[in-house]
């Protein structure tokens, strides 16, 4: 098992940027899928965001494209989320998930069983 521990969440301005941190240990040892999903609020629904495999692979859900980029450094076990021209649609409790696919399945349209692994979160606010 996997326990992911997010940092780096926070509040900005629209337009601003911030990166997110993740340090999931085992999850190369393991060779996981790493993903973030986020949540607008407690009683709404959940949203995969990107997702990167064990070799590098990344993939991208739409509201993501081009504006951020999803990174993981193996030898420290961590994952990265950049995350560029935010927008007040962007604030949400942002969570690191880990999981046991690969390949094509290693994707944020997973469905979030296939991600068991969770964070406890980390909240960003964007303010227009």
């Known amino acids: 098992q996997v326990q992911p521990v997010e940092s780096g969440g926070g509040s900005v301005q629209s337009g601003g940027s911030l990166r997110l941190s993740c340090t999931a240990s085992?999850?190369?040892?393991?060779?996981?899928?790493l993903g973030w999903v986020r949540q607008f609020a407690p009683d709404k629904e959940r949203e995969g965001v990107a997702?990167?495999?064990?070799?590098?692979?990344?993939s991208y859900e739409d509201v993501a494209k081009g504006r951020f980029t999803i990174s993981r450094e193996n030898a420290k076990d961590t994952l990265t989320l950049q995350m560029d021209n935010l927008n007040s649609g962007d604030t949400a409790m942002y969570y690191c998930?880990?999981?046991?696919?690969?390949?094509?399945?290693?994707?944020?349209?997973?469905?979030?069983?296939?991600?068991?692994?969770w964070g406890q979160g980390t909240q960003v606010t964007v303010s227009s």
């Open positions: 998930v880990a999981g046991d696919i690969s390949g094509p399945w290693c994707h944020p349209s997973r469905r979030f069983a296939d991600f068991p692994d």
């Open positions: 085992g999850a190369t040892e393991r060779k996981y899928c």
């Open positions: 997702a990167v495999d064990a070799d590098g692979t990344t």
